[in-house]
């Protein structure tokens, strides 16, 4: 009963407990594994716009891309390509992460290109 009560002001326990074991879990990679995914973690709490579920599935999958990278030695460089922006963006595509923003990014572009239309 208790630790309902708590999770009601604090958050689930349990995600808290995931979040714990992912960072100590990418803590362990060596360098620029870490760094890597650290960067591309910042900018999805910042662009990821989800849920806490999602998100942590999501970096768990990015904690296992980077891991076996690490262990192959394959070069950071061939995981995230020349643009990690767009690597990223495509990582999270893949989660469902992001269509809200390519949806309205769409509809910019469009009414954008009506506009031109429209003025010439």
Known sequence: MAPKWIEVLTGSLEQKKQWRAYKARVAGFPSPYRESVDAIERYLLYAGGSDT????????????????????????????????????????????????????????????????????
């Open 53 to 120: 579920e999602s998100m942590m599935t999501m970096l768990d999958d990015l904690a296992d891309l980077f891991e076996r990278a690490a262990a192959d030695g394959t070069p950071v460089h061939d995981i995230v390509g020349d643009d990690a922006v767009e690597f990223v963006e495509t990582f999270k595509s893949n989660y469902g992460i992001g269509a809200w923003i390519a949806k309205e990014q769409n509809r910019l572009r469009d009414a954008i290109g009506q506009a031109e239309k429209e003025q010439s």
